[in-house]
């Protein structure tokens, strides 16, 4: 059950009495897709370890919300979909680097029910965390990448159309730009899109609000920097009522799709640095998986761990500072 919030006077729920991470998890969340550079099995490792080594309690782990046309037409073209539903080899499928089969499609669609959870959560809690999700190369009328929905698009216009929030800000740290995001909110004054990422890899980039195009092989210290002055700069010209962080670790230095060189304690870094500026200021934030390809999907999920724990942390120092002093 998802608890109701707390009406502020921008129209957004936000979390009372505290900041505290939920998360949404399921074990669909591996769908076969055959011999592959997307490891699946990250979900189910990360969804495991959650339980065993950061002993998240049942009431903070949550399944699938169910999603529907009507939620994915917000987003996404009839014809596109209407392709998906069939499962029909067209332009719009084909484009996808996924198999064009029923049982994948139809994973990949429950998914976006995470996402939806998610956001949802962070509004009544602080951070919802989905173990999944981040598909921010899905364009409206048809797919790209490992991407067939735009799941974070879907959550956001859910969150909308319950009258939850208005205004939004997109993180994304994913080392692919966020094309299909760009694409999606190119002409909504309501949300601002912001990339970090690496220039020259994949995909065929877009204009987002704020682009951070990074040089390949740059490591923690310059990475941080640049991210630490976007975020500034950002808040200069826009203040949301929800920030969908993508929260890829491809920039991760050993991964196979990547180009640039953060280390472990890098990724951290720029976890907490996300973190702490938002729910340190009591504004949602939605977690969303996103990329990952290091060389096995255990090294993958660790990394994933890693953004847990950074939320975690995160919310344990926003709760310490509302403690009143003794």
């Known amino acids: 059950m998802i608890a109701s919030g707390n009406q502020t006077a921008s129209g957004a729920q936000r979390f009372k009495p505290g900041p505290f991470v939920h998360y949404v998890y399921e074990d669909a969340a591996y769908v076969d897709i055959g011999a592959h550079v997307f490891p699946v099995d990250k979900y189910r490792l990360t969804g495991r370890w959650l339980r065993e080594e950061l002993f998240v309690p049942p009431d903070r782990m949550h399944g699938w919300l169910p999603v529907n046309d009507e939620q994915l037409e917000r987003v996404h073209t009839p014809g596109y979909l209407r392709d998906l539903r069939e499962a029909r080899s067209s332009w719009a499928t084909l484009s996808s680097e996924l198999p064009v089969t029923r049982s994948v499609i139809d994973g990949f669609r429950a998914m ?26 899905a364009f409206p009328d048809h797919a790209e990448g490992f ?22 800000l997109v993180v994304d740290t994913d080392v692919h730009q966020g094309n299909g995001t760009a694409i999606i909110y ?15 890899n994949y995909p065929v980039k877009q204009r987002s609000d704020l682009d951070r ?22 808040a200069e010209r826009f203040e949301p009522d929800f920030v969908a962080y993508v929260a890829g670790v491809d920039p991760h230095r050993d991964d196979q799709l990547g180009g640039l060189a953060l280390t472990d304690e890098g990724l951290g870094r720029r976890d907490r640095l ?51 002093p003794s």
């Open 112 to 137: 976006v029910g995470g996402s939806v959870a998610a956001a949802t959560l962070a509004i009544r809690h602080g951070v919802g965390f989905h173990v999944g999700g981040g598909f921010h190369h």
């Open 147 to 168: 991407c067939y929905l735009h799941d974070v698009a879907i959550a956001i216009e859910q969150l909308r159309a319950d009258g939850e929030c208005e205004r939004v």
């Open 186 to 200: 190119a002409q909504d004054a309501d949300t601002f899109t912001y990339s970090i990422h690496q220039e020259n």
């Open 213 to 234: 195009g990074l040089d390949d092989g740059i490591e923690d210290e310059a990475y941080l920097e640049h991210l630490q002055r976007d975020l500034v700069a950002i």
């Open 274 to 324: 996300v973190f702490d500026r938002y729910v340190g200021a009591g504004i949602p934030v939605g977690v969303f998986l996103a990329g990952g390809y290091a060389p096995s999907a255990d090294a993958t999920a660790r990394l994933h761990l890693g953004t847990a724990m950074a939320a975690e942390d995160a919310c344990e120092r926003a709760l310490r500072d509302l403690q009143p």
